[in-house]
């Protein structure tokens, strides 16, 4: 463009009013090109036919109004379609200027109503925890005076080594070690020996009522005996700081590692005294791992539960491994004992129970909504709670953390959460519906889970991604926890066989031969036949001598007449169907029976798996 | 002579400019000055008006424009096209009985003056 049609060569008063005007246009830069070159041909002819720039410029007029009627102009020149786009575009323009707006103003809506934190979960959780009736009914003193003896502590010592090495050693007399390095079962033998003190301590730990692990008051100096300074630290931090996320999910559990080893060392122990001929120290040993199974279930986290579980499970087998290789070992008085012990397990505690996890996610929900007082709020978390959360997926929260950075983030998106996150509302009813769905099953059997339809969360649990984030808590909070119902209805059922075949033992001591049926047991030595927990019929039995079967139809609901699979699984494959995945269908069970007692004087179907 | 009001060039404007550029193209200070000189200021109008208006003629097809750099100064010339021949037609018509409905009340004594 040339000097002369911008008017570079004109007066700089005349040229600072084009410039004024063609600014004031705010037209496409073309469009303004051509406005300013029409006014500065027309100021230079002006000023050619002797007009001064002073009058040339007060001639011209109102410059806005001169502006604005060439912008009004210049537009109308512009294409239909070009006015069509500029139209939409400018429409468009407003309404996203619009969205935004409302956008910002919901962000500043849910930073001036944060979640409130109105509850201390650890002091909920104290509340549902047993009270001793005085000290010496606490049991945790006694383990963790006696656990680090039996080299059971989270520290890594000569103890700790010895015990690991006994722990994985052959676990039956005759065996030889399958790896190098393992305990043979002379070397478990001594161990226990050497460990009885220990041993019977250890015992009468598990028979005080209360547990008393210091789960809502700080580790002591004294639990540094068992726990690393790590757990010490972690724990006393999670009690202290009552400004902390999640301290119910950051409620440590580090007890369970060390007495579940303590159950498996008590089975070896019961191993070692049948072995001897000493029935009743071994019966001492199962129902010792049974009271310490329950005393693990304070508080009722589903972790706790599932650890006990697995103890009254390595105490049920190691059982039936006793009655059918050693059965002689036991006097009818020991058998009646571990029956005793076995139907010992109070009722509450075999069944699903919800109520510390709600707890835990009722702490979840306060900082992670607002909460408007009437049941309702928005997602609206802090970016350092954001953290937690997302360290929740990987089963633990993570260290809170909080900087500018995520600060931001959370600025820019926290609207946009909280309006596609469920609300606080939708998110209850969600666990309210999903729970009582899982605790209407809570007594089920086997055969009944395995035939039931998919539970409320199926959604959660099939990989919805518009589920999982719409219910990103739910996702986060709520693993796949159906599958407790099989492990306490298989837990249920475990202790229904062994006390079976404790009471097929026994009426073997008083009449010399096995039951021809279940129902001869009853009332005698057994409280009521129980009934086949995959076929929902009475379990049966059948066999002389060491073809002598007591045996559930199993997973595969096929009558196999308890035939044993020298080759295949035990009584823990059987238990279950071989799998099933989080979406809830099941691979094809194993063709086998659930043999609950064979006593064919070989236990390798114990170690066949 | 007084003022016009804007009101009565809104309405003239158009159709004093189509009627200037009847006899061949003008560029834009060169319609300015017409309009003043022939119509003893009465049409004059500031050149804040003027090229609004010539926009808006452009728009709407009535007159079209061409840039002439030959001369020692660039110049736009503004033609009449054939949609402003006859939109100049209709609009003659239009103020030629106004003239004549004003003159009928005595209020103009010049008859024939846009024929």
Redesign the interface.
């Known amino acids: 463009m ?1 000097a ?2 911008t008017g570079q060569n004109l007066p700089a008063d005349i040229v600072a009013l084009i410039d004024r ?1 063609v600014r004031a246009t705010r037209l496409r830069r073309s469009e303004r090109d051509d ?1 300013r ?3 500065a ?2 100021f ?3 000023l ?2 002797g007009t001064s720039p002073a009058a040339a410029v007060a ?5 806005s ?2 502006a604005r ?2 912008r ?3 537009i ?2 512009r294409s239909a379609i070009d006015r069509a786009f500029g139209q939409a575009f400018r429409c468009t323009a407003w309404g996203v200027g619009a969205i935004a707006a409302v956008y910002v103003l919901f962000g500043l809506y849910l930073a001036t109503n944060a979640p409130r934190v109105s509850f201390d979960p650890v002091a909920r959780l104290a509340e549902g925890l047993p009270k001793a009736a005085r000290p010496e009914d606490v049991a945790w003193p006694r383990y963790r005076d006696v656990l680090p003896r039996l080299g059971l502590t989270e520290h890594v010592d000569a103890a700790n080594t010895e015990t690991d090495r006994i722990d994985g050693g052959v676990g039956w007399p005759g065996r030889s070690p399958s790896e190098e390095g393992q305990a043979t079962w002379d070397d478990q033998v001594a161990w226990c020996t050497a460990h009885a003190a220990d041993l019977a301590a250890l015992r009468a730990a598990t028979a005080l009522p209360v547990l008393g692990m210091p789960l809502t008051e700080a580790l002591s100096d004294a639990d540094r005996a068992i726990f690393t300074e790590s757990t010490v630290t972690n724990s006393r931090a999670v009690i202290a700081d009552t400004a902390r996320p999640f301290r119910a999910f950051g409620v440590l559990l580090p007890h369970l590692a060390s007495i579940r080893q303590a159950s498996r060392a008590l089975a070896l122990d019961a191993t070692v005294a049948a072995s001897r001929g000493q029935g009743s120290m071994a019966v001492d040993d199962l129902a010792a791992i049974i009271a310490m199974s329950v005393q693990v279930q304070q508080p009722r986290f589903l972790i706790c539960d599932l650890v006990a579980i697995a103890m009254r499970s390595v105490a049920c087998s190691r059982a039936t491994m006793l009655l059918e290789s050693m059965p002689e070992a036991f006097t009818d008085d020991d058998l009646a004992r571990l029956q005793r012990a076995l139907r010992s397990v109070p009722r509450d505690l075999t069944e699903m129970d919800l109520r510390s996890e709600r707890i835990a996610f009722d702490d979840a929900v306060q900082w992670m909504y607002s909460d408007d007082g009437q049941g309702g709020g928005w997602f609206n978390p802090s970016a350092a709670n954001l953290m937690m959360l997302n360290g929740l997926g990987e089963g633990y929260p993570g260290e809170p953390r909080d900087d500018v950075m995520d600060r931001s983030m959370i600025a820019l998106t926290g609207p946009a959460a909280a309006l596609w996150v469920a609300d606080r509302r939708d998110l209850m009813d969600f666990y309210e519906s999903w729970s009582n769905e899982l605790l209407a099953r809570k007594a089920w059997s086997l055969r009944q889970l395995h035939d039931a339809p998919p539970t409320h969360d199926e959604p959660l649990r099939s990989g919805d991604w518009v589920a999982k984030s719409r219910y990103l808590m739910a996702a986060l909070l709520l693993p796949a926890l159906d599958r407790v119902n099989w492990s306490f209805a298989a837990d249920r059922a475990q202790r229904d066989a062994v006390d079976m075949a404790a009471a097929c033992v026994r009426f073997k001591l008083a009449r010399g031969a096995w039951p021809a049926r279940a129902s001869d047991l009853v009332p005698a030595f057994l409280a009521s036949v129980p009934s086949d927990p995959w076929s929902g019929q009475p379990v049966q039995m059948a066999g002389e001598g060491r073809g002598f079967r007591v045996w559930s139809v199993g997973a595969d609901l096929a009558d196999q007449q308890g035939a044993i699979n020298a080759t295949g699984p035990a009584l823990r494959a059987t238990t279950l169907p071989r799998s099933a995945n989080r979406s809830g269908s099941f691979e094809p069970p194993i063709p086998c029976d659930w043999v609950w007692f064979a006593p064919s004087g070989s236990v390798e179907r114990w170690f066949g798996e | 002579m007084a003022d016009i009001d804007s009101e009565f060039l809104r309405g003239a404007g158009p159709v004093a400019v189509l009627k200037l550029l009847e006899r061949g193209e003008m560029y834009g200070y060169e319609i300015v000055e017409a309009l003043e000189r022939r119509t003893d200021g009465v049409l004059a109008m500031g050149q804040s008006t003027l090229y609004p208006m010539l926009y808006n003629l452009e728009a709407k097809g009535f007159v079209a424009a061409r840039w002439d750099e030959s001369g020692s100064r660039p110049r736009k010339y503004y033609r009449l096209t054939a949609a402003g021949r006859r939109r100049l037609a209709a609009d003659a018509k239009s103020w030629h009985r106004l003239a004549l409905a004003m003159g009928s009340l005595g209020l103009t004594s010049v008859q024939g003056v846009l024929a």
Request: zero cysteines.
């Open positions: 040339s002369a049609s005007v406005v070159a029409e006014l041909s027309h230079a002819e002006a050619a036919a001639a011209f007029g109102d410059p109004a001169s009627a060439l009004a102009a210049a109308a020149k």
